[in-house]
């Protein structure tokens, strides 16, 4: 990483930040910049999201920007594939930056993940390239986020289709097998500081009954052994390298032990840092900001200053065009009118998401429930 100039730290006046992409998975960070006093340019293919209608995936693209916009950092929060984008440009410019790009190429390339965490002993699911370690397996994508063209299969029934499902996805052909590990699945949100991890937050990860790996709501505190999670993922961030910078892992409690899903050099992407922030009043969207920036980071800041009950809950619009879309205070939408929602299948399919808080965790559970009641969708 680049030394900051000690003279700045904390603020962000008069530095302007580069942010690969402008949907709801970016928002806090800009928020979070804007906040700091810094001036975003976004870039993002859609030009209602971005000022720049260049794609968060395209380098050469957001090299030119960065370059024309005298840029002094840029910053990929919530998506794995810019991760890289943004690390090979800020290297490219001589900018500060959290990790290099080898080590954002490691946490973008599952595969690479799967063998340096194998050579560190994390635990993990049994893989393979070649054919599944056992059933049930997952049969995924290596080089793509999330769950883009994910098959979770009870047999070898179906294996082909679900091959060349995952084949045709991915960026290089590559398709990862990978056995099934039954169990709670949590996320632990981190940010690492001169090589020392410190897990923030750990919250339960509830999937859509009819969407495998989406998550439905993330739910803190968590029911599962926080202190277990929180030693895996920082096993897990070590075997990757990342000394600087936020941290997204998802873990399996697993029978055995916690099992390492994935880990991103980034905010989380399900408004992690918002509830990250509601519940323990760490603001890890700012210090990802200010790392992106060369702005030292206070580790006192990544302390937990409380520890509330809270949920994000994610929703699901009918199948059709939508119309109108209402619902109470605090309820975000996602999608203009005349966006046509499908099947739920990956998590950009979700139709939007509440946050709420509570004393306990029943009763934060309760009260997003009951805003979610309280949607209304209009679709022909």
């Not at 080089?143 to 070898?156: E, N, P, W, Y």
């Not at 699945?185 to 923030?200: I, K, L, Q, S, W």
């Amino acid at each position: 990483m680049v030394a900051a100039d000690p003279g700045r730290v904390g603020r962000a006046d008069g530095l302007t930040l580069v942010v690969l992409g402008g949907g709801p998975a970016q928002r806090h960070a800009i928020e979070a910049a804007h906040r700091l006093g810094a001036t975003t340019v976004i870039c993002d293919s859609d030009p209602s999201r971005g000022d720049v209608a260049v794609s968060s995936e395209d380098a050469d693209g957001v090299l030119v920007v960065a370059r024309e916009r005298s840029a002094d950092g840029l910053i990929a929060p919530g998506t794995d594939w810019p991760v890289r984008v943004a690390a090979a440009v800020a290297a490219e410019l001589g900018l500060p930056h959290p990790i290099s790009p080898e080590v954002a190429e490691l946490c973008t390339d599952k595969v690479a993940q799967r063998s340096a965490l194998e050579a560190a002993g994390v635990g993990q699911p049994d893989w393979s390239l070649t054919e599944p370690p056992g059933y049930p397996c997952v049969v995924k994508v290596g080089d793509r986020q999330g769950q883009r063209a994910m098959t979770v299969l009870q047999s070898a029934d179906g294996l082909p289709a679900a091959r060349a499902r995952a084949r045709e996805a991915s960026r290089g052909g590559q398709v990862l097998y990978e056995r099934f590990v039954p169990g709670p699945e949590v996320t632990v949100n981190g940010f690492a500081v001169d090589g020392r991890h410190h897990p923030v937050a750990v919250t339960d990860r509830v999937h859509f009954d009819d969407a495998p790996g989406v998550a439905r709501r993330h739910v803190h505190p968590s029911t599962a052994d926080a202190h277990a999670a929180a030693e895996a993922a920082t096993a897990a961030v070590k075997a990757l390298g990342i000394e600087s910078g936020p941290t997204y892992t998802q873990l399996i409690m697993g029978e055995d032990g916690p099992a390492v899903m994935e880990v991103a050099a980034r905010l989380g992407g399900g408004h992690d840092s918002e509830l990250v922030l509601q519940a323990t009043g760490v603001d890890l969207a700012a210090a990802a900001v200010r790392a992106a920036l060369g702005i030292p980071v206070d580790e006192g800041d990544l302390t937990p200053t409380r520890n509330q009950a809270c949920v994000v809950e994610f929703l699901q619009a009918p199948a059709g065009v939508l119309r109108k879309a209402a619902g109470p205070p605090g309820v975000t939408f996602y999608h203009a009118p005349g966006h046509r929602y499908g099947p739920l299948a990956i998590a950009t399919d979700r139709a939007g998401y509440v946050i709420a808080g509570g004393h306990s965790r029943a009763e934060a559970l309760e009260q997003a429930a009951e805003a979610i009641r309280s949607v209304v969708f209009e679709v022909t």
